[in-house]
């Protein structure tokens, strides 16, 4: 792929992350399916929002606080990355952290940064947590490390030991990262059921938390049974076979799902119209419990697909951060073009 090419699809990925989660937040928190024409209708109202005013949420923050700390330190920095994550929520208004990471953080900032694992581990009784935030904030990891597998599934790894320690926790993030490796490698999905068992033993392959494989392959198996057996899913079928909510082990499926469900137009007649990456935005958006996050982590995989132009123009800077977003995803390829 020529490096325009890749620059593209890397911007897709962060700016698919932060559209994702700016048009999630609208949805989120609301009891079962949102109707995609809703979805649609708040969409084409964007044109006439101020530039960056639709804001964005914690999944963006932490994206945010990672990609810059690794372009910072042109590595990773535990310190440096639990530092930046504590900083923005206790310098920021409400983003909707969830109250357990909030715990994590007030522990981080009493200890001066000097225990940057002993918090998250501590939490649950030891069994630490398997929620969605590592995995949520991944995305820059994928763009540091692109086309070095052992790499981004080691920094996907550690990154996610700051907050979430549960291998749960720690599988989700190394699966979200390879889903979005998997999608920039791809220029033609011709089986979605294919990609998705490629990518399941791509992670068998490579995880290194042996702890909770079993529970991501169940997951990918279910998504293509219902890829193979069903034409129109509903949305309580995902949230039933596949979840959707908090935990890592059903927002991340739930993501790729979205993704692979939407490559196919005529599986939604009524955004048919729209190019694969609006058509993943709006149906991860509506099915969701937890739509900001699945919205903004199966619009990255669609990003790193498509690339960024999928988005139009008008919509992209109604968005807090989307120039940033574009810059962010420059300097990470920067540094991996660098690396290699
Ligand atoms: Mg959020």
Known sequence: MCSTKLLERASGVILGAIFGDCLGAEFDCMLGEQPLGDILEYCNDLQNAERGSVLYTDDSCMTFDLGLSLIQHGRFEAREVAKAFCETYFSSFQRFYGSNVVDVFVKLKQSNYNDVYGPASQQFGGSGSYGNGSAMRV???????????????????????????????INGAILQALAIEKALNTNEIESPVKFCQELLEQFKENTTVTEGISVYEEKMNRIIEILQEEKLVKPQTVNSKIGSGVTAHAAVPASIFSFLYCLDRERLPLISDYNGMLRTAFYSVSFSYDSDTVGSMATAIAGAYYGEKCIPDEWKIACEGADAALKMANDLISLNIQEQ
């Open 139 to 169: 995305s820059p990891v994928t763009l540091l490390h692109h086309n070095d597998v052992p790499s981004i599934v080691k920094l996907a790894g550690e990154q996610s030991r700051i907050t979430h320690t549960h291998p749960l926790g």
